[in-house]
């Protein structure tokens, strides 16, 4: 991680997290289309984000989809790793953050928030956690706590789900089967 606010600040921040919710494309994504003859789209996940998106959810964190475009793609992917919270073809991502809010009956400095553009500033300008994957747009960098230091789609929420469970003390609680059984 990148600290664009003091170290001490974004650690405090990440101590209060409860929900992340995720921008997709750029984020879970690199951002790139793929466009079929047929008018389908490809999209291309990285496992090791959703396999930070799992160990997450095992710690009691829960993450949600935040999207402005849509895609059965995206309910594909969500459905595989359990995401039930997903918003897609959003207008205003901040009054649909706020409806998020209001369902799940948290605060803002309970939610971390990852995106990579213009449209995601709103949503940093609230949220508790505002996290920049390191490929966004430059532009977003003053509203966020943190930067990743892998790019969207190479890894970048993996990094950010390690962070939250390091700081609340929950990675090797979480992570211990994989070192002390033989179950792969």
């Not at 991680?1 to 984020?27: C, N, P, Y």
């Not at 990285?46 to 793609?73: F, K, M």
């Not at 213009?118 to 509203?143: C, E, M, Q, T």
């Not at 993996?158 to 179950?183: H, N, P």
Request: negative net charge; charged residues 25%.
């Amino acid at each position: 991680m990148e600290f664009l606010t003091s170290e001490e600040e974004a650690r405090e921040r990440a101590g209060q997290i409860k929900l992340l919710i995720l921008d997709v494309d750029g984020v879970l994504t690199d951002g790139g289309l793929i466009w079929h003859a047929d008018g389908q789209e490809s999209k291309v996940f990285n496992v090791r984000d959703g396999h930070g998106i799992r160990l997450l959810q095992r710690a009691g964190i829960e993450v949600a989809l935040l999207t402005g475009r849509g895609s059965q793609v995206v309910d594909h992917r969500a459905r595989d790793l359990g995401i039930t919270l997903v918003v897609q073809e959003s207008k205003n991502k901040l009054s649909d953050y706020e409806e998020i809010l209001q369902q799940r009956r948290l605060g803002n400095q309970s939610v971390a928030y990852v995106g990579d553009d213009l449209v995601d500033v709103p949503v940093f300008r609230r949220v508790g956690l505002a996290v920049a994957v390191a490929n966004g747009a430059s532009h977003i960098r003053p509203y966020c706590h943190v930067s990743t230091l892998s790019k969207g789609g190479q890894g970048a929420v993996r990094e950010v789900c390690e962070f939250l469970l390091q700081v609340q003390g929950k990675w090797q609680g979480i992570t211990a089967v994989y070192f002390t059984s033989d179950i792969a």
